[in-house]
């Protein structure tokens, strides 16, 4: 029970860590689409079977939040939803397979896994719903995964 504690509370800490770090995040109006991409490699073992994520030289995982930001300066996690698809720059871009993820308090996620191929840069294609009464954000970016040997 303990270690399912630590590994929530570990995945809770990490999924907020594009909010407090180097921030990649796209503004739309008053919300931040905040997103980053790390090699399963890097996860615990905890976090990786609490959340049935398979670490992977070869895998990352695509983590995806939505904060809207209040009239006193403050942000609000909003449950958002995500799809898109992922591949080199060359083509052959795959879709990704989002799920929903709760961390500690209000934090909310949407995450997906993926291959990655060693030194080559990787297109990101998201389409974001963060409010039922507007498009999706349209969120693309470019990044470059290593595998470890």
């Avoid at 934090?107 to 039922?132: C, G, N």
Wanted: glycine share 10%; charged share 20%; net charge negative.
């Amino acid at each position: 029970m303990r270690t399912a504690t630590l590994a929530g509370l570990g995945l809770a800490v990490w999924l907020l860590s594009p909010l407090v770090g180097a921030q990649q995040f796209e503004q739309v109006g008053d919300y931040q689409v905040h997103y980053s991409a790390v090699n399963t490699s890097f996860l615990s073992d905890e976090i990786a079977e609490a959340y049935g994520i398979q670490r992977s030289r070869a895998h990352a995982l695509l983590n995806v939040s939505v904060v809207e930001e209040q009239d006193d300066g403050t942000t609000r996690p909003v449950n958002a939803g995500v799809s898109g698809s992922v591949g080199p720059l060359s083509g052959g871009q795959s879709g990704l397979s989002f799920r929903n993820v709760r961390g500690a308090g209000d934090t909310r996620a949407q995450i997906a896994t993926f291959r990655i191929h060693d030194d080559e840069p990787m297109r990101f294609d998201l389409d974001v719903t963060y409010d039922r009464n507007r498009e999706p954000a349209r969120v693309s970016f470019i990044q470059r995964f290593y595998i470890e040997r």
